[in-house]
């Protein structure tokens, strides 16, 4: 407790709880280090019981804005729409065959993002 400093505890039945995690958590890493030694845990909120951590960690979180997630406003959608015109995304780069494909696809996603979110289209100024 010392180490990984927990929240404090309501009671100290939730800190026997909460140890009992802590404890089947630590155990489950250990043997899971000895079976694959391609990976690497650590303690992220060890406390927790796994139907906790995959609560509160894993999976949509509706209740959190998403980049670019406006409610409908009823206007109608338009049959095409020009990104670069609109200033929103640079112009689509020839890549040759340097296999950075993955790297193109990020920034223009990242650039359109950024654009729908601020209405700036200079991503790359920040």
Known sequence: MEKYKPLAYNSTSERKLRFANF????????????KHEAFTMAVIGGDMSPEEFRQ?????????????A???TGQSVPASLDWVALGGV???LNQGS???CWTFATSG???GAWFAQ?????????
């Open 23 to 34: 404890a089947a958590n630590l155990v489950f890493m250990l043997q899971s280090g000895k």
């Open 56 to 68: 509160t960690h894993l999976g949509l979180n509706p209740s959190k804005p998403t980049l670019g």
């Open 70 to 72: 406006e409610p409908p």
């Open 90 to 92: 640079t112009t689509p």
């Open 98 to 100: 340097c296999n950075s």
């Open 109 to 111: 996603s990242l650039e």
């Open 118 to 126: 601020t209405g700036d289209g200079d991503l790359w100024c920040l």
